[in-house]
């Protein structure tokens, strides 16, 4: 099947965010005395809320505050963005420009918000090579399952056997994969096990690698 379309994962794949994310995940839940470490905050990345808030309590107890923490993370990972700004992954600009040159359909399907997405894109300048934006509150089950790259598809008018979803995350990478697509994996903060081998199209070093896969 020919490749028309790709589907970005938005933190970790084309920012760099997911380093601030697994950080201030850590720091709000200390702040409220949970003893979050980074395997912790790795295991929930991209995850919807939903599932999320399950993991979390497993680890640390039904009394664990998730609304609280949540709310501390964004006040403190703010405040760092406000000061320091937002890095893109490398290649990221340079694979979106050839995509739009051409003609491949692009979206993008985080578990972000809209607001926060738009924003965040908007700022290091990539808003514009994206036809469509889907995040987790547009669909009912967020990632592991794979409703958000089913509509991802539908947005951009694709089957998802058309398109390649490229992820940093397990959470991402089920999803994509169960929605049919070519899943491959850009990793970030940590690297492939056997799982993901098993579920990846293919495995790149980076966003310019894709390229060779089109």
Known sequence: MEIKGVIFDMDGVVLDTEKLYVRFWCEAANFYGYPMEKHHA???RSM???FAIE???GYFGEDFDYYAVHDKRIELMDKYIGEK???TKPYAEYLLKYLKDKGYKTAIATATALERTEKYLKQVGLYKYFD????ASMVSKGKPEPDIYLKACESIGLKPC???ALEDSKNGIISANSAGCNTVMVPDL???DD???SLTYSVVRDLKEVIKLL
Do not use: H, N
Request: glycine share 8%; hydrophobic share 45%; aromatic share 0%.
């Open 42 to 44: 790795l295991s929930i």
């Open 48 to 50: 919807a809320r939903v």
């Open 55 to 57: 993991k979390l309590k």
């Open 85 to 87: 700004g937002i890095e």
């Open 132 to 135: 469509k934006i889907i995040c």
């Open 162 to 164: 058309e398109c390649i």
């Open 190 to 192: 940590d690297g492939p």
């Open 195 to 197: 799982e993901i081998l």
